[in-house]
């Protein structure tokens, strides 16, 4: 049997069975099984077609496995905190992964830690790079979804801190899902959002193209490769078609059933987290938490095929297969290197534990103006410098400081989380 052009790449979040898996769209055969712990949602990426990465379900590592050797969990990426979503650019080469609210971004061929981006306020819920790499979107619960212009935020000799190139901010409950569309620069990203809108944004200017009001939450969404449609994934575990080739010339529209494209695919039981087309359009697949991932004809809107995992679907996809995946000799051209620890490239010659790979936050580098979450960057890097020497035997005094300081952190948190919670209720607080 000859190799298949498309492969469907699932997880789900018990991995019983294994971690991740491949399986064939046409016959829903499973090609190749990946074991090892289990992956969270929007953290199942492929790297440069040869590496599979997904961060550990509620830990604070990414496992990654060589494609075509899926026995054996090949290394571990030790990072400073849990992984809420994971991305690899289209090109290869570079890692970005949401930790807390912050972004890290590693460049793959020299593992550098290049940039720490902490222009979030609450915690990450799903980064997308363009088809190109040139730009990344990040959405996160504090409503907001930021573009990033990639070739700014890696410029190591800029004294300035990167800063996202429009920021998206016209939804009102936390992003759940984005998605790009092609053209790189000039593509438009659909962002998902419990406010029961999806919406359209051109990535070149920052403007919104449409918004799509629901009944329900909207947990994921996707494009067709052509563009002509919106697929959008409810909690109620329904998805919805919608065209976006009708004539109307409202940006603002509700959601509602017609005989111009706008359908719904009726036969989850529980929230659609994740949705991914074919590269043909005519395939639609969707992962839920009823445990399933499904396939279904995108012009008949039946359900095709449906695979059963063992727990709830965390991550699923239609992905070109990689040419190496079914050659089992075949080993990736250039090997994985050690992530950094270190912002600064010159403080890179620190020891790592054998067989892990360590990361930590670097400095921060903003002017700091006094504010108390300012003060928590502050003292967060000045906790990392004292770590630092009490690893290398500075005496239990610096060990006592550190967990003041630590306790300080938390407390600046804490505040910073409640005047968050305590604004969104005075603004949707009902006159």
């Not at 020299?110 to 979030?120: C, D, F, K, P």
């Amino acid at each position: 049997m000859s190799a298949p052009m498309e492969v469907v790449l699932s997880a789900d979040s018990s991995g019983q069975l294994w971690n991740c898996a491949v399986f064939d769209p046409h016959s829903g055969t499973n090609l190749l099984s990946y074991r090892g712990g289990n992956t969270s949602a929007r953290s199942l990426t492929v790297l440069n077609g040869e590496y599979i990465l997904g961060a550990q379900l509620g830990k604070n590592f990414i496992n990654v496995w060589e494609i075509q050797r899926k026995d054996q969990l090949q290394q571990k990426v030790v990072c400073p905190g849990v992984i809420t979503c994971l991305c690899a650019s289209p090109n290869g080469l570079y890692v970005l992964a949401g930790i807390a609210e912050a972004l890290y971004l590693w460049e793959v061929s020299t593992g550098n830690l290049l940039a720490i981006l902490s222009r979030h306020y609450q915690d990450l819920s799903c980064i997308c790079f363009t088809d190109d790499s040139s730009h990344f979107v990040s959405g996160g619960k504090d409503n907001l979804a930021l573009v990033w212009n990639l070739s700014s935020v890696v410029q190591l000799d800029s004294p300035n801190t990167p800063e996202p190139r429009h920021i998206l901010s016209l939804h009102s409950l936390p992003i759940t899902d984005i998605h790009c569309g092609l053209m790189g620069p000039q593509a438009r990203v659909a962002t998902a959002s419990l406010d029961q809108t999806v919406k359209v944004w051109e990535i070149s200017s920052g403007q919104m193209l449409l918004s799509v009001l629901f009944d329900v939450g909207i947990m994921s969404v996707t494009f067709d490769p052509c563009e002509y449609f919106l697929f959008c994934g409810g909690s109620d575990g329904n998805i919805f078609q919608v065209s976006l080739c009708t004539t109307s010339l409202s940006r603002d529209k509700t959601f509602q059933t017609d005989n111009d494209g706008n359908q719904v695919f009726i036969g989850h039981r529980n929230l659609v987290t994740c949705l991914s087309v074919s590269m043909d359009g005519t395939v639609l697949l969707s992962g839920s938490n009823d445990e399933t991932v499904r396939m279904w004809d995108v012009q008949s809107k039946q359900c095709i095929r449906s695979i059963t995992h063992k727990g709830p679907v965390t991550n699923a996809a239609i992905i070109p297969a990689p040419a190496n995946m079914f050659v089992p000799d075949s080993r990736p051209s250039i090997p994985l290197p050690r992530f950094s620890r270190h912002l600064n490239p010159s403080e890179q010659g620190d020891a790592t534990g054998a067989g892990g790979v360590c990361v930590r936050p670097g400095a921060n580098t903003q002017d700091l103006d006094g504010t108390y979450l300012e003060k928590a960057d502050e003292l967060y890097s000045l906790m990392s410098a004292i770590t630092d020497k009490s690893v290398f035997g500075d005496g239990e005094n610096t060990k006592v400081r550190v967990s003041e300081l630590e306790e300080e952190v938390r407390t600046l948190k804490k505040i910073n989380k409640d005047l968050y919670e305590f604004s969104t209720q005075l603004l949707t607080k009902p006159n």
